[in-house]
């Protein structure tokens, strides 16, 4: 059974970056495009970027100046970086697996999730 | 504002029959795939439906899944109050180089 597991700091300061890894276990990294999603408290939830090992990056317009989402094959692991953050950033942040092809959008399986709070 | 719209709330007795809505556009309903999520508390988004009206294995099949033109609609049959949750569509979308939409969510109540 496939399982993702977020890490990362739960605090940040306003104007840092924020840095999060998402490790995969059970099966390989490889082959599959993965998603960073978030959930700010008592909002919906929005789509910040996806990445697959053989390179392709796609982030959501609205983030794309501040994202960085990299793939790391030998640790099993994928990471997001978020820059300048404020407190619109706080938030629930979720990894997870993404579908192939025309099934982007298809998040099969999910973190249990990371609440990241920006805060001074 | 979400560009795929859902309305914010639902509500249902149990056993009946509720249908949530989700409206988009060309560029994303219109022409790409519909998935629904299931989200409670304090847990991680389940997918309910994916490619606009197919269950993973495992999601019972009262529920059920549609998409006409820009629209799509989850239907709930046979109510439980395990059913309360945050309701989510999502689609790609086409434009501004792509990316992937969620509605704003429903939260469905079992009354």
């Known amino acids: 059974q496939l399982q993702l597991q977020e890490s990362g700091p739960g605090l940040v300061k306003p104007s840092e970056t924020l840095s999060l890894a998402c490790t995969v276990f059970?099966?390989?990294?490889?082959?599959?495009?993965w998603s960073w999603i978030r959930q700010p408290p008592g909002k919906g939830l929005e789509w910040i970027g996806y990445?697959?090992?053989?390179?392709?990056?796609k982030y959501n317009p609205s983030l794309k100046s501040r994202v960085t989402i990299s793939v790391h094959p030998s640790r099993n692991q994928f990471s997001l970086r978020l820059r300048s953050v404020t407190a619109a950033d706080t938030a629930v942040y979720y990894c997870a697996r993404d579908g192939r092809s025309r099934d982007r959008g298809r998040f099969d399986y999910w973190g249990q999730g990371t609440l990241v709070t920006v805060s001074s | 504002q979400s560009v795929l719209t859902q309305p914010p709330s639902a509500s249902g007795t149990p056993g009946q029959r509720v249908t949530i809505y989700c409206s988009g556009s060309?560029?994303?309903?219109?022409?790409?795939?519909v998935y629904w999520y299931q989200h409670l508390p304090g847990a991680a988004p389940k997918l309910l439906i994916y490619?606009?009206?197919q269950r993973p294995s495992g999601v019972p099949d009262r529920f059920s899944g549609s998409k006409s033109g820009t629209s799509a609609s989850l239907a709930i049959s046979g109510l439980r109050s395990e059913d309360e949750a945050d309701y989510y569509c999502?689609?790609?979308?086409?434009?501004?180089?792509?990316?992937?939409?969620f509605g704003g969510g429903t939260k469905l109540t079992v009354l």
């Open positions: 060309s560029s994303n309903i219109g022409s790409n795939y």
């Open positions: 999502a689609s790609w979308d086409d434009s501004l180089s792509g990316n992937v939409l």
């Open positions: 490619r606009n009206n």
């Open positions: 990445i697959h090992d053989s390179g392709s990056i």
């Open positions: 059970g099966d390989s990294i490889s082959s599959y495009y």
